[in-house]
């Protein structure tokens, strides 16, 4: 049962799954581009490569043969994948599942074209003068975001021909990897979005938790719940779409699958888009860390890697979380970087039904994510004033600077 798992991609996510290994007695090696990631200090070894460099990771593969390869990160030679599968390497979920969802192109066309999911339009652009002949194509607004990315990076809206260009430039800085390819999609008028994490399972059905509503700012989420309110109706049809698409790419693991919701009206019946979906735990599900369910997103991925079957997801309770950022301005010194330093644990600590986790990053950039605070209550408790709690909690929750030190290599 004790299995080498090689985790591609070392954040805050894969911190939580190491240590939902590690109690289930797994050897980890963690990997990502820098040292002292958050997952690297709960392994029980790290490496530190490029990972869109596809000799190194097959270097990093030869190493140390792993059973299973885990990635939990955009930037990487996916297409690497299906040689490991080949070799008798658990790719998780599969190799064809990583590689069609670390880039939007394959799996977009996937969901539209193949299997006839209700989906924005959309086209794709390769440079600016395609990306204005997408947005005429698809009509403003619109959103544009590169082919590769995480958590809302480069993500922006056009509402006029003068935001192009600026949109154009905002999508190549915030890519993954070295693809400078988008999609620009027209801008759905949806009342709300949400994640649907799925678990799809070797020897067991396909189960589905309590969906988790969100909030973003500057591309990425601010604040989650969970359960998000929608009719029962809206609910199936997302349930069913993600079952349709989670079977079609195969292998066992939790999907964040994401969905907007159009209302039904006076005129129209409801309406389910999907939007995106991630092969891995997601951003929006770190709320059931605050034990909203009987597993955590993280615990029900290790489950289904190592084959152990889940029989039920419960909903256990109500649960919100806001994140924790650094400051929009943080001190920088060629060849050396800020340190983080935390204040208002104690005060944040106080507030009854609520809970912390600091991630444990090693530097800080403007804006970046570096812990999260949760709430919870029972299940009858309204999810927003929830959502009201962690808020204050995270504001609480102050990210400084310890000292200007220089890099670890």
């Known amino acids: 049962m004790r299995k080498k798992i090689l985790l591609l991609g070392s954040g805050e996510l894969g911190k939580e799954l190491?240590?939902?290994?590690?109690?289930?007695?797994?050897?980890?090696?963690?990997?990502?581009?820098?040292?002292d990631a958050p997952a690297m200090q709960v392994a029980q070894e790290c490496e530190v490569i490029n990972m869109l460099d596809g000799e190194a990771l097959d270097g990093i593969v030869a190493k140390h043969r792993p059973d299973i390869v885990v990635p939990e990160v955009e930037s990487i030679r996916t297409e690497r994948f299906y040689d490991y599968e080949s070799q008798g390497i658990q790719v998780v979920p599969s190799a064809r599942a990583a590689n069609y969802t670390?880039?939007?192109?394959?799996?977009?066309?996937?969901?539209?074209?193949?299997?006839?999911?209700?989906?924005?339009?959309?086209?794709?652009?390769?440079?600016?003068?395609?990306?204005?002949?997408g947005a005429a194509a698809v009509?403003?607004?619109?959103?544009?975001?590169?082919?590769?990315?995480?958590?809302?990076?480069?993500?922006?809206?056009?509402?006029?021909?003068?935001?192009?260009?600026?949109?154009?430039?905002?999508?190549?800085?915030?890519?993954?990897?070295?693809?400078?390819?988008?999609?620009?999609?027209?801008?759905?008028?949806?009342?709300?979005?949400?994640?649907?994490?799925?678990?799809?399972?070797?020897d067991g059905e396909t189960l589905f938790c309590p969906p988790i509503g969100h909030r973003q700012e500057r591309g990425?989420?601010?604040?989650?719940?969970?359960?998000?309110?929608?009719?029962?109706?809206?609910?199936?049809?997302?349930?069913?779409?993600?079952?349709?698409?989670?079977?079609?790419?195969?292998?066992?693991?939790?999907?964040?699958?994401?969905?907007?919701?159009k209302r039904a009206s006076a005129d129209e019946s409801a309406t389910v888009y999907f939007s995106e979906l991630s092969p891995r735990p997601h951003d929006t599900g770190m709320v059931t860390l605050g034990h909203t369910q009987n597993f955590s997103e993280f615990e029900l991925h290790a489950r289904a890697i190592l084959g152990l079957t889940v029989h039920a997801i419960e909903h256990l309770r109500n649960g919100a979380s806001a994140v924790v950022l650094a400051p929009s301005e943080v001190p920088s010194l060629e060849g050396k970087t800020a340190v983080p330093k935390f204040s208002g644990i104690e005060e944040a600590a106080a507030i009854a039904g609520t809970d912390i986790r600091l991630f444990g990053k090693p530097?800080?950039?403007?804006?970046?994510?570096?812990?999260?605070?949760?709430?919870?209550?029972?299940?009858?408790?309204?999810?927003?004033?929830?959502?009201?709690?962690?808020?204050?909690?995270?504001?609480?929750?102050?990210?400084?600077?310890?000292?200007?030190?220089?890099?670890?290599a």
């Open 363 to 408: 530097t800080i950039r403007p804006y970046r994510r570096m812990a999260v605070a949760l709430s919870f209550d029972q299940k009858e408790r309204d999810v927003m004033e929830l959502v009201s709690k962690a808020k204050e909690v995270a504001a609480l929750i102050r990210v400084g600077t310890d000292e200007i030190g220089k890099l670890k």
């Open 102 to 133: 670390m880039n939007r192109r394959a799996i977009r066309d996937l969901a539209a074209q193949e299997l006839g999911l209700e989906t924005a339009p959309y086209r794709y652009a390769t440079s600016f003068e395609t990306l204005q002949a």
């Open 220 to 261: 990425d989420y601010q604040e989650s719940w969970q359960p998000a309110a929608m009719g029962s109706s809206e609910l199936a049809q997302a349930q069913e779409m993600a079952a349709a698409v989670t079977a079609s790419l195969g292998g066992n693991g939790i999907w964040g699958v994401e969905f907007f919701i």
């Open 139 to 202: 009509g403003m607004p619109c959103v544009v975001k590169p082919l590769m990315s995480s958590s809302g990076k480069g993500q922006s809206v056009i509402r006029t021909e003068a935001d192009i260009e600026e949109a154009w430039q905002y999508a190549l800085e915030g890519s993954r990897g070295d693809l400078a390819e988008v999609i620009v999609e027209s801008f759905i008028d949806f009342d709300y979005e949400i994640t649907l994490l799925t678990l799809t399972q070797k």
């Open 18 to 35: 190491v240590i939902a290994f590690q109690r289930l007695g797994q050897y980890v090696i963690a990997v990502d581009a820098y040292a």
